[in-house]
């Protein structure tokens, strides 16, 4: 009481007459908009306040798409297998001294003996055998290829390991494990693993299908 009793008596000195009922219209007049601008923050914000005034969880999900350039480093033992295809059109793995176990892709150390076996490389042959595959049925942009196609799981000869590519010149319902595939390099390099373009039914085995 004392205080407004106070406030209008300033609004009486400054303005006298007009003063008095426009100094008690606009003090609060000013202060409801004031209120306003504070109580009304992003909308986002708005929404943890109700989720945490209900105990739930303040969480948010945001629908994005991002776009990453970027480099990546193949590694000396990737780096080779690589530029060997690329300028050779041979495709190298690593035998383990140790255990003899050679491994396509390379890697520089043995998973049996952890021996380091990055500097012991071998020549293997362009052909292979599938033992496992999938089709791909739809399109992206990071896919290969055009769908349908078939990835399996190729293991060249003399190797123990097998490696991911496309297989290509027969049906993907055609496709069956332990058939044999022989490598077909790509005409244009992009010093990626698609120098293999892709691999192709073996023909001359096309029937002797091996049992792995
Ligand atoms: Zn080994």
């Not at 080779?80 to 255990?99: H, N």
């Not at 003399?158 to 790509?186: L, N």
Request: net charge positive.
């Amino acid at each position: 009481m004392k205080k407004t009793a106070s406030k209008s008596k300033d609004a009486k000195t400054k303005k006298p007459a007009v003063g008095k009922p426009a100094a008690k219209t606009n003090k609060p007049a000013a202060k409801k908009p004031a209120a306003k601008v504070k109580k009304s923050p992003p909308k986002a914000v708005k929404a943890v306040k109700t989720a945490k005034s209900k105990g739930q969880d303040d969480s948010f999900i945001v629908d994005g798409k991002l776009a990453l350039p970027y480099t990546y480093f193949a590694g000396r033992v990737g780096s080779k297998f690589i530029t060997t295809i690329r300028d050779e059109k041979k495709i190298m793995g690593v035998r383990c001294p140790k255990c003899d176990k050679v491994y396509v892709p390379p890697r520089q150390t043995c998973e049996k003996d952890m021996t380091d076996i990055r500097d012991n490389w071998v020549e293997l042959k362009n052909s292979g055998t599938v033992t496992n595959y999938t089709v791909v049925r739809y399109k992206d942009k990071h896919l290969p290829k055009k769908p349908p196609y078939v990835m399996a799981l190729i293991k060249l000869d003399g190797a123990d390991t097998p490696f991911v590519h496309v297989v290509e010149g027969v049906k993907p319902d055609k496709v069956e494990t332990g058939m044999r595939v022989q490598a077909v390099f790509a005409e244009k390099t992009t010093s990626t693993i698609l120098d293999i373009d892709h691999f192709e039914p073996l023909k001359e085995e096309k029937l002797s299908l091996i049992h792995i």
